[in-house]
């Protein structure tokens, strides 16, 4: 009856500590996403680290695409790139 007892307290503070844990991991969470929207202007690679082709599988305009969907302006490579912006960029790879 005492290794129940014991094993009852220990399941009771590990559940306790995991809830800790959940609750400090989503409240970083929560706010390390507020600052992804700073940005305005992204540069997609035409062909990223991981492919053997440029645009392979549709992956850099599908990104272009999905970044343009959530309000950034988004550019391929270094096609139709502002001369303003040539200083001022964040790549997307």
């Known amino acids: ?9 220990i399941r009771s503070r590990l559940y306790e500590s995991m809830r800790i844990i959940h609750f400090v991991l989503f409240t970083v969470a929560g706010y390390s996403q507020n600052s992804i929207n700073n940005y305005k202007y992204v540069l997609v690679p ?28 988004a550019f391929v490579g270094n096609q139709g790139l502002p001369p303003t912006l040539a200083c001022q960029q964040v790549y997307c790879a």
């Not at 009856?1 to 307290?9: E, G, K, S, T, W």
């Open 1 to 9: 009856m005492y290794f129940l007892y014991i094993f009852v307290a």
């Open 46 to 73: 035409e062909r990223f680290d991981f492919s053997r082709e440029n645009n392979q599988y549709g992956l850099s305009t599908t990104t272009k695409l999905m970044l343009e969907q959530k309000g950034f302006v």
